[in-house]
């Protein structure tokens, strides 16, 4: 299968393409190499992804159409796996415009391009848990009003959805939302919390527990992931735009996690209590159940066994301290 990646330096985008590229697909992955965490670390996942005859990397920022168009214009995929995103809750505080710039008009030019691939049969694109805003009442259904988000981020990712509708209805498109509910795992990004426990663990550093440590997260590999979008490309071809929550249905309380860090990593943290930040959320808690439905599958690999696959992979990444 002819299939076009965005966001393929990033986490989930690095761990797909590797095992597209396995799995026999001719692939066309993009990627802007934005400096919202440290470049390097991007340059690493390019790196370690390798040099594939089936696969063609082009540096490209999905917010420039033109520039879009003319990267992608001779390939014609068959399937569209959108991951590319201006991701962080904290950060859509300080710099919404690049919010804006990617989860918006960023996906209304994926799905214009979308529109215009006469082969094309799958768009399958990254939204988040995030839009269910905070509550306590989960597990979250796909059936949930998701109309208090309670952060920029949030609120562009809804904003996707929406969009994604529209343009499902008006051009007979199959497209595909799945949102993320906290995904982790080796290679992860370095303002995610168990890559910065870690390091504050590590460095004898206070590990700070917001909402004095009283969340609870749907944690998921990023394995069960990458599982889960390749059952969606191998799936049957169907018309409309459908949501799907892809996570272990398993919240964690962030306390519990931090324990299973500290036992992995062989040392107790040093904790500090303090409240809720703006834009977070005291749950994400994914029901699962339409996507096992439609899919065969549900993520189910737990933390005890994930955290210690991340902390190997910290301990000997060569560029960690720079990141």
Same mark, same amino acid.
């Given at each position: 299968?002819?299939?076009?990646?965005?966001?393929?330096?990033?986490?989930?985008?690095?761990?797909?393409?590797?095992?597209?590229?396995?799995?026999?697909?001719?692939?066309?992955?993009?990627?802007?190499?934005?400096?919202?965490?440290?470049?390097?670390?991007?340059?690493?996942?390019?790196?370690?992804?390798?040099?594939?005859?089936?696969?063609?990397?082009?540096?490209?920022?999905?917010?420039?159409?033109?520039?879009?168009?003319?990267?992608?214009?001779?390939?014609?995929?068959?399937?569209?796996?959108?991951?590319?995103?201006?991701?962080?809750?904290?950060?859509?505080?300080?710099?919404?415009?690049?919010?804006?710039?990617?989860? &918006?008009? !960023?996906?209304?030019? @994926? %799905?214009?391009?979308?529109? =215009?691939?006469?082969?094309?049969?799958?768009? #399958?694109?990254? +939204?988040?848990?995030?839009?269910?805003?905070?509550?306590?009442?989960?597990?979250?259904?796909?059936?949930?009003?998701?109309?208090?988000?309670?952060?920029?981020?949030?609120?562009?990712?809804?904003?996707?959805?929406?969009?994604?509708?529209?343009?499902?209805?008006?051009?007979?498109?199959?497209?595909?939302?799945?949102?993320?509910?906290?995904?982790?795992?080796?290679?992860?990004?370095?303002?995610?919390?168990?890559?910065?426990?870690?390091?504050?663990?590590?460095?004898?550093?206070?590990?700070?527990?917001?909402?004095?440590?009283?969340?609870?997260?749907?944690?998921?590999?990023?394995?069960?992931? &990458?599982? !889960?979008?390749?059952? @969606? %490309?191998?799936?049957?071809? =169907?018309?409309?735009?459908?949501?799907?929550? #892809?996570?272990? +249905?398993?919240?964690?309380?962030?306390?519990?996690?931090?324990?299973?860090?500290?036992?992995?990593?062989?040392?107790?943290?040093?904790?500090?209590?303090?409240?809720?930040?703006?834009?977070?959320?005291?749950?994400?808690?994914?029901?699962?159940?339409?996507?096992?439905?439609?899919?065969?599958?549900?993520?189910?690999?737990?933390?005890?066994?994930?955290?210690?696959?991340?902390?190997?992979?910290?301990?000997?990444?060569?560029?960690?301290?720079?990141?």
């Amino acid at each position: 299968m002819r299939i076009l990646l965005t966001g393929v330096a990033g986490f989930i985008g690095f761990h797909l393409g590797k095992a597209l590229v396995a799995q026999g697909h001719e692939v066309l992955a993009i990627d802007s190499l934005n400096d919202y965490y440290n470049p390097q670390l991007k340059l690493d996942r390019l790196a370690a992804l390798g040099e594939h005859k089936n696969l063609t990397f082009r540096k490209v920022d999905i917010a420039d159409m033109d520039a879009l168009t003319e990267a992608v214009d001779d390939f014609n995929p068959e399937a569209i796996v959108h991951l590319a995103a201006q991701a962080g809750v904290r950060y859509s505080l300080i710099n919404p415009q690049a919010y804006a710039d990617a989860n &918006v008009r !960023g996906q209304i030019n @994926m %799905l214009e391009l979308a529109r =215009r691939c006469s082969n094309l049969g799958h768009f #399958i694109y990254a +939204s988040s848990s995030s839009v269910y805003g905070d509550r306590k009442d989960g597990p979250f259904r796909e059936t949930d009003r998701c109309d208090a988000p309670v952060s920029i981020y949030a609120a562009t990712k809804k904003s996707g959805e929406l969009i994604s509708e529209s343009y499902a209805r008006l051009y007979g498109l199959n497209v595909s939302g799945l949102r993320f509910f906290t995904v982790y795992g080796a290679w992860g990004r370095p303002d995610m919390a168990y890559w910065i426990f870690a390091n504050a663990i590590e460095n004898d550093e206070t590990v700070r527990l917001f909402n004095r440590g009283e969340m609870r997260r749907d944690f998921t590999h990023v394995s069960d992931v &990458v599982e !889960g979008i390749s059952r @969606m %490309l191998a799936s049957p071809v =169907r018309k409309g735009h459908e949501v799907y929550n #892809i996570g272990c +249905s398993n919240p964690v309380q962030l306390r519990d996690f931090l324990s299973v860090l500290e036992n992995t990593i062989g040392k107790k943290a040093q904790t500090e209590l303090l409240p809720m930040q703006p834009g977070d959320v005291g749950d994400t808690y994914a029901d699962p159940t339409k996507f096992v439905e439609t899919f065969g599958y549900s993520p189910s690999k737990p933390i005890e066994e994930g955290l210690p696959e991340f902390v190997s992979w910290w301990r000997d990444y060569p560029n960690r301290s720079a990141i």
